[in-house]
């Protein structure tokens, strides 16, 4: 199509629209009407009904006293809007790739699907990784690390309802199978901010796990690194690897909005 004819199907209103909403910045986070217009050259009776518009929507907010224009938090929603679309796997690939160089374990996102966590990206170990997991797998929420950090941000309101439809099986004889024991774990988890596992879906393997909140606060995701207990002992656990996943879970929180 000719650049002629595309630009018989502009809309020079949404065009001038959001000319205005990107003349905010940093370096100057209010305007007034003349600012607006100088800065488009254009005489002030163009932007008036524009700005009255953008107001009207809940993009722009005009101070009472100074009549100066400036953005609110919903023009917020239109870049979440893009980073919603966007696959968690997409965006979280390089920060798994560090975080299996940092830590020397298999690094995960997983997301939670009833009593399921479905994992959905995967950074195997540099080597032979006797983690089997692979991206589509779907385990025991109550029985793995990502699981119950999944289900530990969730209302709590929620917890009794999802374990009393799980199958609390056993995998090995680390796995809590009890509603009283899952519950106090998943209240500690919440309170700690991670959660660990020692074996518990399979012997021998360690796990740990942290949450991925969006901008609203609600739990999306969660990241883990697993290995083999001799590569995770307690100490290197705690001192590194743990920094290193909360760092990680906190970095895919803020990218996708979410602000403590």
Do not use: C
Not at 38 to 50: A, I
Not at 126 to 142: D, E, F, M, Y
Request: aromatic share 8%; proline share 4%.
């Amino acid at each position: 199509m000719e650049k002629e004819e595309k630009d018989r199907y502009n809309s020079s209103s949404l065009v001038r629209g959001l000319e205005i909403l990107r003349l905010f910045r940093p370096e100057q986070p209010t305007l007034s009407l003349v600012e607006i217009a100088n800065q488009l050259g254009v005489s002030r009776t163009t932007p008036f009904r524009l700005l009255f518009t953008l107001q009207t929507l809940g993009y722009l907010h005009q101070n009472e006293h100074t009549k100066r224009y400036e953005l609110t938090p919903k023009v917020l929603e239109l870049g979440f809007a893009y980073l919603n679309t966007l696959q968690i796997t997409e965006v979280a690939r390089p920060f798994l790739e560090r975080l299996r160089d940092e830590t020397g374990g298999s690094a995960h996102i997983g997301i939670l699907d009833e009593t399921a966590v479905v994992y959905v990206a995967r950074v195997s170990a540099r080597g032979v990784s006797t983690v089997s997991v692979t991206v589509g797998s779907r385990l025991p929420a109550h029985a793995t690390a990502l699981g119950k950090t999944l289900l530990a941000f969730l209302p709590r309101e929620k917890w009794q309802e999802i374990l009393l439809i799980s199958d609390l099986h056993s995998y090995t004889k680390d796995t809590k199978t009890m509603m009283a024991a899952l519950l106090k774990e998943l209240e500690l988890i919440r309170r700690q901010g991670y959660a660990i596992s020692n074996g518990e879906f399979e012997s021998g393997i360690r796990s740990a796990a942290a949450p991925i909140f969006d901008n609203t606060g609600q739990v999306i995701a969660a990241v883990n690194v697993a290995a083999p207990e001799a590569i995770l002992p307690d100490g290197y656990l705690a001192k590194f690897v743990l920094p290193a996943i909360l760092e990680t879970a906190d970095q895919l929180s803020a990218f996708y909005g979410y602000s403590q």
